[in-house]
């Protein structure tokens, strides 16, 4: 059973910085793809980061330039550091593994850490 913990969210002030990590229970090389995607209420889940475990990122639009996804091989931990952040970055952020098996694709999500930015 694969386990995706985050932590690193908290109240921050509009214009400030956090770090958010994921823990992640099993060998990255077992997956193909890691990613961070966000949720406010009453809205979709969105993209916010992801980076395919043969180097190439993608970024959501509004994070692009904010936010930079990076991983740990040797820890098996994946980080999303944010910058200058704004009110409506405040959300819950998940982090997400995608796994490619003979039988076919598998996603593993963590329970969420709450990010809050005040304006």
């Known amino acids: 059973q694969v386990r995706l913990v985050e932590s690193g969210g908290g109240l921050v002030q509009s214009g400030g910085s956090l770090r958010l990590s994921c823990a992640v229970s099993?060998?990255?090389?077992?997956?193909?793809?890691m990613g961070w995607y966000r949720q406010t209420p009453g809205l979709e889940r969105e993209l916010v980061a992801q980076?395919?475990?043969?180097?190439?990122?993608n970024y959501g639009d509004s994070m692009k330039g904010r936010f930079t996804v990076s991983i740990d091989w040797a820890k098996n931990a994946v980080y999303l550091q944010m910058v200058s952040l704004k009110p409506e970055d405040t959300a819950v952020y998940y982090c997400?593994?995608?796994?490619?098996?003979?039988?076919?694709?598998?996603?593993?999500w963590g329970q969420g850490t709450q990010v809050t930015v005040s304006s």
């Open positions: 997400a593994a995608d796994q490619l098996l003979p039988e076919g694709r598998r996603d593993y």
């Open positions: 099993a060998s990255l090389h077992s997956f193909n793809a």
């Open positions: 980076i395919i475990l043969g180097g190439a990122t």
